[in-house]
């Protein structure tokens, strides 16, 4: 496998006697999308200022693109693209004057820039209010902005804090597909910080789990529900005549059946023990001649997976 694009050492900071990030080793790859969640408060926005830079770890090193974040942070973020948690627009200047001032920050050439806002503009669907002052902008379009001022130099990895927190659906939607465009696409490494874990399960190859600075989890979605909750839950079809038979038979089994069985209509649902205790109960039922028509596994979720780790706490 090629060498990571971004990895850390043992990285910590501290601000004043509180440690914010706490001995993180992490390797993030090239294409991948990354999701890191946890708490408010957990240490993301800060690991994500560390990677880039834009403050020095206390102790550990973070190296993004090969390059150490903290003694070559300028040549990194030529490279970077970062979304910040609230991000700072010039609400006195139009959305296309915002961008075309970045687009000089970030030495595009001159000759390219009215064309890459255009598009960019176009892609976020704000040209037709890309003359009106941001000022007049709502947090949605707002947000957009920020996304496409941090795309604007095409960076290989780019950092997205919180990118939906506050868009409606739609805009949420689009900024999925985005993301997935730029990974798969264009082999883009993008890492999230998401509070969202619809999101994150849906968008994220591998994500992690920070508690108080310290990484609790690392996986893909499915190796996390599969590591983290244990239960299974079903849904059973049989025979209509036998729906009483199949309840009693899973309510006489707890060492398979966690809880109760819920019915309605002919549907049976029921939360088992784990994966083994599929065949198990399914010779139960064909030893009792009860004809099961369907028994479909529902996949545990990454929400699930937090409420594990953080034993339930909001
Ligand atoms: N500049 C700072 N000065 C003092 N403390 C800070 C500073 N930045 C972060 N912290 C503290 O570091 C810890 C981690 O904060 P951070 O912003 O990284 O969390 P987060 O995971 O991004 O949370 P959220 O989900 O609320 O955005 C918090 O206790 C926070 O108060
Ligand atoms: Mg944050």
Redesign the pocket.
């Given at each position: 496998m090629s060498s990571p694009v971004i990895q850390t050492f043992s990285l910590s900071r501290d601000?004043?006697d509180?440690r914010?990030?706490d001995g993180l080793n992490l390797e993030v790859h090239a294409g991948e999308i990354f999701g890191f969640l946890?708490?408010?408060?957990?240490?993301?926005?800060?690991?994500v200022r560390l990677l880039n830079g834009v403050i020095d770890p206390t102790s550990g090193t973070a190296h993004v693109l090969g390059m150490d974040a903290r003694t070559e942070g300028s040549i990194l973020r030529a490279r970077t693209g970062v979304l910040t948690?609230t991000p700072s627009l010039d609400e006195r200047l139009t959305a296309r004057d915002n961008l075309s001032i970045y687009a000089d920050l970030y030495s595009i050439p001159r000759q390219n820039v009215a064309a890459r806002v255009n598009a960019l503009l176009t892609e976020f669907e704000l040209s037709d209010r890309a003359d009106e002052k941001v000022g007049g902008y709502s947090k949605g379009m707002k947000q957009r902005l920020a996304l496409a001022r941090a795309l604007l130099h095409q960076p290989e990895v780019l950092f997205l804090?919180?990118p939906t927190s506050g868009l409606d659906p739609v805009a949420a939607k689009h900024v999925h597909t985005l993301v997935e465009h730029l990974a798969r696409r264009e082999g883009r490494t993008v890492f999230l910080?998401t509070?969202n874990l619809v999101e994150a399960q849906k968008l994220c190859d591998r994500v992690a789990v920070?508690e108080q600075?310290r990484l609790v989890a690392l996986g893909t979605p499915t190796e996390l529900t599969r590591q983290y909750v244990k239960r299974l839950d079903v849904e059973l079809e049989v025979d209509p005549s036998q729906v009483e038979l199949a309840l009693q038979i899973l309510r006489e089994t707890p060492r398979l059946v966690l809880g109760s069985p819920k019915q309605e209509k002919d549907m049976i649902t029921a939360s088992l023990a784990g994966r083994d205790a599929i065949p198990e109960l399914l010779s139960l039922f064909v030893n009792k001649d009860l004809r099961v028509y369907r028994l479909a596994p529902q996949e545990a979720n990454l929400e699930e997976v937090y409420f594990a780790l953080n034993g339930g706490a909001a």
């Open positions: 601000f004043g509180k914010a990030v946890g708490h408010n408060g957990a240490g993301k926005t800060t690991t948690e804090d919180e910080c509070h920070m600075g």
